[in-house]
């Protein structure tokens, strides 16, 4: 009998194209079932990713691992296992892919089989980037991304939606291109070292790759990553991608595709090249395009007029500490990091959502055209309100832990990183104070005194972001726990002896060279 526990992760990663296969079968006649198997199966997927943060020990490295031969003739396996960070993203997946697929029920009437197969297909892949532990599996994955979201954007956006999916396409498909260079030269470095080909990446992290070798291969992960964050000035895609986009399609771009360029970062670049990571140059640099991003995204803003281009670029800000931490290259910058994705995951996920609702009642984004919605949408009002505190980082909401790690991190490095932060702080506090102010206070006008509150169905789409928000903001402690060892390993691969030199515990509880090899054993 199978043991369905040690095949989990295939559970979850093969579960949406489940649902997709059976979604085809039923006939485009009847789109209150295609609706309802959409919503109830990605329901159901969420259940396996529960079973994984029930079951996963915070003391342990890659879990759940799962091993079979691939193309055994170039050194491919189909390799899959989750550490922490993993863990978040793949449950942070999960949940927003049921939430998107719920919040298009009544904003979807043309083409549902389609529409719906997509975002399933996008969610299985979305997953495979998360848990793939092969270099080559994980890049397959990266690339599957593209069609689905690509399709979305270009059939159920706006007006300029072919513009805007060519343009998301071409960005992030050069950026791919250039960073299977990288995986390339990694590849060939390993064989030359070693006699073997081997895309595992606990083998690639065992490859000697000289200082020089380490430069070129990390700019080449940087165009790749780069542009998925999206880190200025790779980022003029997404404004387009999001303004376009339908309303569901903006949720999971923000929310979970943009986290891959993050996750890359931290998963790649830094253990793999850790000697490029810290070299001064690369980390001065990176921390000034993450700097700009910050300061800039708030600032244009502020000039937006276009409430869904708003927050578009409100995630070149936000997205903007999440680098930054990264390349704090200390605990506390990587792991504010590391939740700090989920915050704005959650955060700019909700945003996304509050537009989409005022969108389907008023087919406008203009800011202009609201003002008072306090008066007719009270429930609406109040959820806006928490959403944007929360995106703001106020204290007892997720956004206030994740930047404060951050800023203790970049404080750590540069009292000059530390004030910018601040000032981007205080930026995003301005325009998202401004929004509200603009559209839920004031007079009412005609047009907007008859708008209906949210219904149920709105409310349920809401409710699970609203708890994940206070949950984070008010006891972030089991996030931290699960998140205390990834970060932990990254800081020792980049600078051994971190810990030690420093008089602190050592969360992975042993010496640089002994905790490589056991990341190695537990990711084979």
């Given at each position: ?5 040690s ?75 989750i ?34 197969a ?8 979305m ?13 397959v ?14 059939i ?10 060519f ?15 990288g995986?390339?030269?990694l ?12 895309f595992?990446?606990?083998?690639l ?32 895609w ?12 903006s ?12 996750y ?43 409430w869904k ?22 605990p ?60 703001m980082?106020?204290p ?7 930047e ?30 401004w ?21 149920l ?17 008010i ?5 931290f ?31 640089p060279a ?6 190695d054993?537990?990711?084979?």
């Amino acid at each position: 009998m199978v043991n369905l526990a040690s095949h989990i992760l295939s559970i979850v990663l093969f579960a949406p194209l489940a649902g997709l296969l059976v979604l085809l079968l039923i006939p485009s006649s009847k789109p209150k079932a295609i609706k309802l198997w959409a919503n109830a199966w990605s329901l159901l997927c969420c259940l396996p990713c529960l079973w994984l943060v029930l079951n996963f020990d915070s003391a342990k490295d890659f879990q759940f691992v799962e091993r079979a031969d691939w193309i055994p003739s170039i050194g491919a396996s189909y390799s899959l296992a989750i550490d922490g960070y993993s863990l978040l993203l793949v449950a942070l997946t999960g949940l927003l892919g049921f939430l998107a697929i719920l919040s298009s029920w009544n904003a979807i009437d043309t083409r549902l089989k389609e529409y719906y197969a997509n975002f399933l297909f996008l969610q299985a892949s979305m997953l495979g980037v998360f848990m793939a532990r092969d270099f080559l599996l994980f890049f397959v994955f990266w690339e599957l991304g593209l069609v689905p979201m690509y399709f979305i954007i270009a059939i159920w956006g706006g007006p300029r939606r072919v513009y805007a999916a060519f343009k998301f396409l071409v960005y992030t498909f050069i950026g791919s291109v250039v960073m299977f260079l990288g995986i390339l030269a990694l590849y060939f470095l390993h064989q030359r070292e070693f006699g073997s080909y081997s895309f595992a990446i606990p083998e690639l992290l065992r490859t000697t790759v000289s200082g020089s070798q380490q430069w070129w291969i990390f700019w080449a992960f940087f165009l790749g990553f780069a542009v998925k964050v999206p880190m200025w000035p790779l980022h003029t895609w997404l404004p387009d991608a999001h303004t376009e986009a339908p309303t569901a399609g903006s949720v999971i771009l923000a929310s979970v595709l943009l986290k891959m360029g993050t996750y890359g970062f931290l998963r790649f670049s830094l253990p793999l090249l850790p000697n490029a990571a810290k070299d001064p140059v690369i980390v001065n640099a990176m921390a000034l395009l993450s700097l700009v991003a910050i300061v800039y995204g708030a600032l244009v803003c502020l000039m937006q007029k276009d409430w869904k281009k708003l927050i578009a670029y409100s995630s070149v800000s936000h997205l903007g500490f999440c680098t930054l931490g990264i390349f704090a290259l200390n605990p506390a910058g990587i792991a504010g990091s590391m939740l700090q994705q989920i915050n704005h995951g959650i955060s700019t996920g909700m945003l996304f959502l509050i537009v989409g609702v005022v969108y389907e009642r008023r087919h406008t984004r203009e800011i202009s055209e609201y003002g008072g919605l306090i008066r007719a949408m009270p429930v609406f009002t109040m959820v806006f309100f928490i959403t944007a505190l929360s995106s703001m980082g106020m204290p007892a909401l997720n956004g206030f832990i994740g930047e404060f790690s951050i800023l203790q991190g970049a404080y750590q490095m540069s009292l000059n990183w530390a004030i910018w932060c601040a000032v981007g702080i205080a930026l995003g506090a301005a325009y998202l104070i401004w929004l509200f102010q603009r559209t839920m206070l004031g007079e009412i006008s005609e047009k907007n005194a008859k708008l209906p509150d949210l219904s149920l169905r709105e409310i349920a789409v809401f409710a699970p972001l609203l708890v994940c928000a206070f949950w984070i903001g008010i006891y972030p402690k089991p996030f931290f726990r699960v998140l205390e060892r990834p970060a932990a390993q990254i800081v020792e691969r980049v600078s051994p002896g971190y810990f030690a030199e420093r008089g602190l515990a050592n969360p992975i509880g042993a010496t640089p060279a002994s905790a490589g090899a056991a990341a190695d054993a537990t990711g084979r």
